[in-house]
Every structure is written in structure tokens, then in C-alpha cells.
């Protein structure tokens, strides 16, 4: 017989959790995230395993990367980061920050990261003094909730309050979406499907979600080919394409074209001809929906050529189309979490640009980008004119924006998109988004004013230069 799942049941305990950990001072609130991180981090193996097995998606030996940042590599980063009580004293302007946690975390997880997703929402939240409730995607629920349940065992070992973590073993859409529009629900922290992210920001309570990627790696004049080709490579096939920042599609400087081939060729790549081209697109696009197709997602190049009727080697690396348009009518030019890439080749770097520009603007808002370059300006106006959180240069894309290994962006596996993306934030996602800061204003006997009720303001007479405040 299956249980009934009681909402209001969950989300009483949860708000019971708050109050607990609430009463956590920072050495506590550390120790329990200590804790955490150091359960997490030696399940890495076990969990990695577990989701290839569960969901067949990508390469667990990739999965045990993530696995590692989402453990270690975030909480070597927020491990020294003051959550509780006083945070910040400036004396000169007499404003204290004190910081408060925000109340019940409601944290949907997906099918392309699963357990590396749950131990980092996790890490957060308790490290902001929240009680989490995750709620996994349906075909990853068992490797999701066993790394739930890791991370609670431990918390409570460490003087976690109960109910600080809970999980939905399972749910509807219709209860879901109750869980996101609950009252008693602080904060929606998001991952998974553009409609799933949409419902959370439509929810009536705060939200915190992601946008797609569809993310263009121009190589320019200057680029040292080789390396851009094995680093673009290395993030393609990185667990299968599955990270969202992985790279869609490559731009590739006139001069560079046949030196690209020859190399992406002797990598492994297999480039489609224009028939095989129109086969993969069929099974690796929902033109419909216009969306990816499920059944392609994390899975090797080989099995995907093999789906589409296509012959090529098992050891085939990436399945490349070269393309001349972008947009639905030219899908494989979208954003698709495999190994395929769509590969242009741009006379000018200011054609370059444009096709850079429009990739971006097909699914990609907000999200990243990618440059092969030595040249600062070129590698500054390109960052200018792009519309992308995070812009990486010389960098495997996948890695490089999780953060933590290529670069000092803030490690995380929740990407914000900004506006672009519908965002509320181009930030990488932490734990000083699940706080709430209160500022202490103190008046300051040296400010510009020792009295001011605005009465002058209705005076038409009066000029600007008539309320200049002369400061003390």
C-alpha cells in the first residue's frame, strides 16, 4: 500500500527544523557542515555509481568529479564564510550586517547531476541554517535520496536538528507544485526542465532557478588551435555533455577551419555528412516541443549515431555537424546535452561575433560563452557584446563554470542566467543567496545633515544648487 504524501506533515517539520537550527551558533552551524562535506565526500565513488546505474545517463568516473566540487571544492569554499549573528561592522559608516536565515528550502533536483545537485543544495542550506527538502528527479530518485540520506545521517551526528533534511520519495506534478506554492515555503531553489524552473518563478514565492545554455566556443585568429580543440573536447565528453555549460557549438576563424577538422578528427570526432546530418536531427530534437529529446541525453556518441541509423566507431568522441544557420529550422544548433556539436566557420571576427551573438540568443541568454584567444581586446569586446554570465577564456566551458578548477569562480551546480535567462542573478549560487541580511543603521553625527524633513522641496523657486548639503 503506498503512502499517502502529507504535505502540511513535511512542511511542519520543516518549520520545527527552522527554529532548531536557528538556535545553531556558527561553531555548531560549521561543525554540522563539516560533517556533511566529509560524508558526502567519501560516497563520492559510491554515489557516482549509483546514478549512472539508476538514470544511464553520462560517465560515473565524470559523476566522481562532480561529486568532489559539489563536496569538497564548495566547502573548502564557504567553509570560513560567517552565517550567524553579526557578519560584517563598518565603524566608519556605523552599519552593522547581521545575518539571518531565510526558512524552508524546497530544492528540485535533476536527472543530469543528481547526486553531485542534492550533497551541494545540501551543503548550503545548512551552512545558512536552513532545512532542505529535495525533491529529486523521477528517474534519479534513488541515487538522489541515498545522497540525501548520507548527508543526514551525518548532520545528526553532528547536532543537526531533526527534519533538518527531508526528501520526497515521490510526487506529482500537482503536489509539487503545492510543495513550491506552500506557505510556509521560504525559498524555491530550482534545477531541471525551462517549464519545471518556469513554475518555480510563477509560484508566488521566492525563487531561485536556472536557465538553458546553449553555449558558443569561438576559436579566434590568435587561439592556439590544439589546445582549444583538446580543451573543448575534454568539457564535450565530460560525463557526456550532461553539465548545461558544456559547449554546443564551435566558431572557428577562417584561417583555423582546416586545422580544426584535422585535429577534432584525430580526437576521435566524426563529422556528418548533410543526410546524416537531417537523421540526427531527428532523434536528437523534438521539433514540436523544440526541445533536446530525452533518449539522447548523457548517452555516448557511438549509441547516438546508432539511434539516428548512422555508422560510425565506438570510440567515437563527439558527432559533429557543420551548419551555416541557427534557430529550430537547423536543431542540431540548439542546446543538447550529448556529445554532438554544431560547427561553423566565420570569415571575419566580426561574422564571428554574430554567430556567437545568435546562438547565444537561441536558448542560451544569460548563461555562458566561450574564447579561444591571446588577444585582451578581442577578448574584452567579446565579453562586452555577449550576453552571458560567465564569459571563459582558454577554459574547458563545463569545468570552467562550476568553478573551483580552471579558475576562482565561486564553485556551485546551480548557474544563474540573470535577466537573459530570467534570473534574478548571473551568479553562481551559494551560500550567501540563502540569507537574509538585516543592516543596523546607526545615526552618524557626522553626516552631511543635522536636520532634514524635505519642506524646501516644494519650493519651485528653488534651484539645485540650493540644496547642497555641506558636509561636517
Request: proline share 3%; charged share 25%; aromatic share 6%.
Amino acid at each position: 500500500m503506498k503512502k499517502v504524501l502529507d504535505i502540511d506533515a513535511v512542511m511542519d517539520n520543516a518549520s520545527q527544523a527552522t527554529l532548531n537550527l536557528y538556535k545553531l551558533d556558527q561553531i555548531q552551524t560549521d561543525i554540522v557542515v563539516k560533517a556533511v562535506y566529509e560524508a558526502g565526500f567519501k560516497n563520492r565513488v559510491k554515489l557516482a555509481k549509483l546514478a549512472h546505474q539508476e538514470t544511464g545517463l553520462g560517465r560515473w568516473k565524470d559523476k566522481v568529479i562532480k561529486n568532489i566540487i559539489a563536496t569538497q571544492f564548495v566547502y573548502e569554499d564557504i567553509k570560513n564564510l560567517k552565517t550567524v549573528g553579526i557578519i560584517s561592522e563598518d565603524r566608519i559608516n556605523k552599519i552593522t550586517e547581521i545575518a539571518q536565515p531565510i526558512g524552508t528550502i524546497f530544492a528540485i533536483t535533476p536527472i543530469t547531476n543528481p547526486t553531485s545537485t542534492v550533497l551541494f543544495k545540501i551543503l548550503i542550506a545548512l551552512k545558512s541554517r536552513n532545512p532542505i527538502i529535495i525533491r529529486p528527479h523521477g528517474a534519479a530518485k534513488k541515487c538522489s535520496i541515498e545522497a540525501a540520506k548520507i548527508c543526514y545521517d551525518a548532520a545528526i551526528n553532528a547536532g543537526a536538528p531533526e527534519h533538518c533534511i527531508q526528501w520526497i520519495r515521490r510526487s506529482s506534478d500537482e503536489q509539487t507544485i503545492e510543495f513550491m506554492k506552500h506557505k510556509k515555503t521560504a525559498l524555491v531553489l530550482a534545477s531541471g526542465s525551462v517549464s519545471l524552473v518556469r513554475a518555480a518563478y510563477s509560484s508566488g514565492n521566492p525563487a531561485i532557478g536556472v536557465g538553458p545554455g546553449n553555449v558558443p566556443a569561438y576559436i579566434g585568429k590568435s587561439a592556439n588551435v590544439p589546445f582549444a580543440i583538446k580543451e573543448i573536447l575534454l568539457s564535450k565528453t565530460f560525463d557526456n555533455g550532461t553539465v548545461c555549460a558544456s559547449e554546443q557549438a564551435l566558431v572557428v576563424r577562417k584561417c583555423h577551419v582546416k586545422d580544426s577538422i584535422r585535429l577534432l578528427k584525430k580526437h576521435k570526432a566524426y563529422f556528418l555528412s548533410k543526410k546524416e546530418i537531417k537523421q540526427l536531427e531527428e532523434i536528437a530534437f523534438n521539433k514540436t516541443l523544440k526541445v533536446m529529446n530525452v533518449e539522447v541525453i548523457g548517452q555516448p556518441a557511438y549509441k547516438i549515431a546508432k539511434m539516428a541509423g548512422i555508422s560510425v566507431p565506438e570510440d567515437t568522441s563527439v558527432l559533429i555537424a557543420q551548419l551555416d544557420e541557427v534557430g529550430v529550422h537547423s536543431p542540431l544548433s540548439l542546446e543538447i546535452l550529448a556529445p554532438i556539436l554544431a560547427f561553423y566557420e566565420a570569415d571575419t571576427f566580426d561574422r564571428g561575433i554574430d554567430l556567437c551573438r545568435q546562438i547565444n540568443n537561441h536558448g542560451g541568454l544569460g548563461h555562458t560563452v566561450s574564447i579561444f584567444s591571446k588577444n585582451e581586446k578581442k577578448i574584452e569586446y567579446f565579453a562586452s557584446v555577449m550576453n552571458a554570465g560567465r564569459i571563459l577564456v582558454n577554459t574547458p566551458a563545463s569545468h570552467g563554470a562550476l568553478g573551483g578548477t580552471y579558475n576562482s569562480i565561486q564553485p556551485s551546480l546551480t548557474l544563474g542566467c540573470g535577466t537573459g535567462g530570467k534570473n534574478i542573478t548571473t551568479d553562481n549560487i551559494s551560500a550567501k543567496h540563502l540569507l537574509n541580511i538585516q543592516r543596523i543603521a546607526r545615526r552618524d553625527v557626522h553626516s552631511c545633515v543635522e536636520h532634514f524633513d524635505g519642506a524646501d522641496y516644494f519650493d519651485e523657486n528653488l534651484e539645485a544648487k540650493d540644496f547642497e548639503f555641506k558636509c561636517g
